[in-house]
Every structure is written in structure tokens, then in C-alpha cells.
């Protein structure tokens, strides 16, 4: 019987599409992490901007477009951020879905009104909308 003292060209083949479709997968794995990475970043982002709005008074009960520095000019940022927000644009939708007066529960004349109505910020690919309650 004969002796074999190395691989046949087919095994050789095998053993390299192997590897082949192995490192492909790995390859598309860290593609698919990093555009996850850059999808949540991107969401984060918008969701700050959204908090900046729920932050600050002067904004969200009209509608404007703005931009995200003029959101953001009562808060204590970094200058960097500060430079990065002049950039963007931001619309904001004001909707008012009803008033509360809560005389007409309690019989009184002298009740608080209230103002419910809700707030959409909108830029480039992103809307959020919150719902926001004003007293009169």
C-alpha cells in the first residue's frame, strides 16, 4: 500500500473555501455592528434634541424653524457642541389637541385651565412628537 506524505489538491480547495466563507462572515458581522453603532448614535442625538425641547419653556407650544443652537442657548454646553448644533436645522410643530377647564368638574368659577397639546421636532430623517400641558 501506498503512502500519502501530503494533502491531495481537493482537500487543499476545502480547507480554503473553508476559511474563505469564514472570514466573509466575519466581515459582514463588523459591517453590521458598525452601522448599528452609527444608527444608535444617530438616534441618541435626536433624542438629546428632543430633551432640549422638553427643557426649555420658550419653545414647542408654536410652530418655528429653528435651529438646534437657538434650542440649546439656556443650557451649559461645551463650545464644540455649541458649534455643532448652529448646523442644524430643526422644525418644531405645535398642535393644540384640547383644553381642560377645571371648572367644569368642581362647579367653580375661578378654575384652571389647562392646555394639552402636542409638540413635533422635526429635522433631515427624524420626527418625534411628545405631549406637552400648559396652564392657562
Known sequence: MHKRTAFTLIEVMVAVMIVSVVIAAI???QGDVHN???????KSMNNQYLSFLVGN?????EKDNID???LVEDFKLEDTLRHELKNIK???E???VRDIDTAEYDGNTSGAIFEI?????SRDNF?????????Q
Do not use: H, N, P
Request: glycine letters at 6%.
Open 68 to 70: 438646534a443652537y437657538r
Open 94 to 96: 405645535y398642535d393644540k
Open 57 to 61: 419653556e420658550a419653545y414647542g407650544f
Open 27 to 29: 466581515y459582514k458581522m
Open 127 to 135: 420626527s418625534a412628537s411628545l405631549y406637552r400641558v400648559k396652564l
Open 90 to 92: 430643526l422644525t418644531i
Open 117 to 121: 397639546g402636542k409638540s413635533t421636532l
Open 36 to 42: 448599528m453603532f452609527f444608527k444608535f448614535k444617530e
